[in-house]
């Protein structure tokens, strides 16, 4: 059973950084469809980055050009390296993966597969 473990967020000042990391509990390849998701309170769980079915990644417009998502495939761990943090970027952030498609989603819902969530706070 795939379990996946994030780790890597914490506290910030605004301008700062921090790389998530996300792998399965048993150290094994889990999809080509994974991608990271953030939950703020109130608010609904939305797409931060990902990568699509041919190997390119996509990003969310508040976070390109500042957020790089990355895998290292012989270490079964994907990476979300986020540069200039803003208090806006604040929520809990989830890695996920789709095992059920070939074609990689940008609907929440085609992500079977959850971690328990890392949070990831920035200060003004």
Same mark, same amino acid.
């Given at each position: 059973?795939?379990?996946?473990?994030?780790?890597?967020?914490?506290?910030?000042?605004?301008?700062?950084?921090?790389?998530?990391?996300?792998?399965?509990?048993?150290?094994?390849?889990?999809?080509?469809?994974?991608?990271?998701?953030?939950? !703020?309170?109130?608010?609904?769980? %939305?797409? $931060?980055? #990902?990568?699509?079915?041919? =190997?390119?990644? &996509?990003?969310?417009?508040?976070?390109?050009?500042?957020?790089?998502?990355?895998?290292?495939?012989?270490?079964?761990?994907?990476?979300?390296?986020?540069?200039?943090?803003?208090?806006?970027?604040?929520?809990?952030?989830?890695?996920?993966?789709?095992? !059920?498609?070939?074609?990689?989603? %940008?609907? $929440?819902? #085609?992500?079977?597969?959850? =971690?328990?969530? &890392?949070?990831?706070?920035?200060?003004?």
């Amino acid at each position: 059973q795939v379990v996946l473990l994030e780790s890597g967020g914490g506290s910030v000042q605004a301008g700062g950084s921090l790389r998530l990391s996300c792998r399965d509990a048993g150290n094994r390849y889990v999809s080509s469809c994974m991608g990271w998701f953030r939950q !703020a309170p109130g608010q609904e769980r %939305e797409g $931060v980055a #990902r990568f699509q079915s041919d =190997g390119t990644t &996509t990003y969310a417009d508040s976070v390109k050009g500042r957020f790089t998502i990355s895998r290292d495939n012989a270490r079964s761990t994907l990476y979300l390296q986020m540069n200039s943090l803003k208090p806006e970027d604040t929520a809990m952030y989830y890695c996920a993966a789709d095992t !059920a498609h070939l074609i990689c989603s %940008e609907d $929440v819902q #085609r992500y079977n597969i959850w =971690g328990q969530g &890392t949070q990831v706070t920035v200060s003004s």
